[in-house]
């Protein structure tokens, strides 16, 4: 066996919940399922794209299931792993994805902006986490989502968003010392522009992604993947923890 295949092994049985089963977290759920790990999407609204999320994981022969969880809620979280531990009693991987971006000027910003990106972020990171350790084995590993800003400049008209992804990059340091008693890595995903959002203007999306300094063609879909292949090195790695990985095609610089 070599030694990738090693360490892709491991993983084989294992079970992720990912927060956040449509478009990007549905790319990781495929590629987790492929290494054998049994997948449970959770979701608020889009229930059409978690349960294809769970089929598609489904046909590469390993369980699925979804459950609705709204994340920035505690009440709906226990409920959600009452449910899960029915069925999974154990979780191994956590990936933390639920997001809301809503760029809006500074003048502009409204208290229901800040509730909201708080809710998504903080909130939909710390409530996931703090309710399913309690079925994490030493060795598993959580998996947050920040942002690029969160380690590198600020963007303009972006302020809830890039304050509240600052958090989540903190809040990943905090839990990787807070949990490493328990033998549990933490690790977050700095991402830049990887996937343009719904009905965003494709020049718009172009001009973005020609920010980055290496001049290296890069579709939607292979960022994508490659976001999905750094979850599923993370979900492997016990030599870090507390780390934010930009995925920004060196934007950062």
Known sequence: MGILDKHLAR????????????????????VLAEQGVHVVASYRVSEKEADETAA????LGVRAITVHAD??????IRTAVERVQAEFPRIHIL???????????????????????????VLGT?????????LMPAGAHIINI????????????????VVTKAAVASMTRAMALEYAGQGL???????????????????KWARIRDRSPVKYPVTDEEAVEQFALLVLYLSMTTMSTGQIYPLDQGQHL
């Open 11 to 30: 993983l084989r049985d294992q079970t992720a919940w990912i927060t956040g089963g449509k478009r990007i977290g549905r790319m990781v759920a495929r």
């Open 56 to 59: 598609e994981a489904r046909q």
């Open 71 to 76: 994340v920035s809620s505690l009440a709906s």
């Open 95 to 121: 990936v933390n994805m639920a997001s809301v971006y809503r760029p809006v000027a500074w003048n502009e910003v409204t208290p229901t902006d800040w509730e909201d990106h708080f809710s998504a972020h």
């Open 126 to 134: 710390f409530w996931p986490t703090q309710l399913i350790v309690p």
């Open 146 to 161: 920040a942002d690029i800003t969160s380690v590198a400049q600020a963007q303009p008209a972006n302020l809830p968003y």
């Open 185 to 203: 890595f933490v690790n977050a995903l700095a991402p830049g522009p990887i996937l343009a959002p719904e009905d965003y203007p494709a020049e």
